[in-house]
Nanobody
Framework: QVQLVESGGGLVQAGGSLRLSCAAS????????MGWFRQAPGKESEFVAAIHWSSSTDYADSVKGRFNISRDNAKNTAYLQLNSLEPEDPAVYYCAAKRGVGGVRSPVGYAYWGQGTQVTVSS
């Protein structure tokens, strides 16, 4: 069993930055691929970024060049650095963990999810 706890959300001005953290319990964190998804009110859940257990990364086109995903296996933590935040970015951001490297852009297959952290952008 893996438990995920996100933190780092908040209110930031457009153009600003936030760093989200996802702390995982358990001793097998390094074997999981980690993904970040977001969901805005009235919208479908959207893939944001993923980092494989090998540390290769994948980004949605809408955040490529602005967001950066990373992981620290020694701390059992994944991060999502949000830069140049835009009015389209506000949402609840969720981290998730899955085994394997395939299908990281789909929420299907992620076995573990955090509770989410709210990101709000003011104009």
């Amino acid at each position: 069993q893996v438990q995920l706890v996100e933190s780092g959300g908040g209110l930031v001005q457009a153009g600003g930055s936030l760093r989200l953290s996802c702390a995982a319990s358990g001793r097998t964190f390094s074997s999981f691929s980690m993904g970040w998804f977001r969901q805005a009110p009235g919208k479908e859940s959207e893939f944001v970024a993923a980092i494989h257990w090998s540390s290769s990364t994948d980004y949605a086109d809408s955040v490529k060049g602005r967001f950066n995903i990373s992981r620290d296996n020694a701390k059992n933590t994944a991060y999502l650095q949000l830069n140049s935040l835009e009015p389209e970015d506000p949402a609840v951001y969720y981290c998730a963990a899955k085994r394997g490297v395939g299908g990281v852009r789909s929420p299907v297959g992620y076995a573990y999810w955090g509770q989410g952290t709210q990101v709000t952008v003011s104009s």
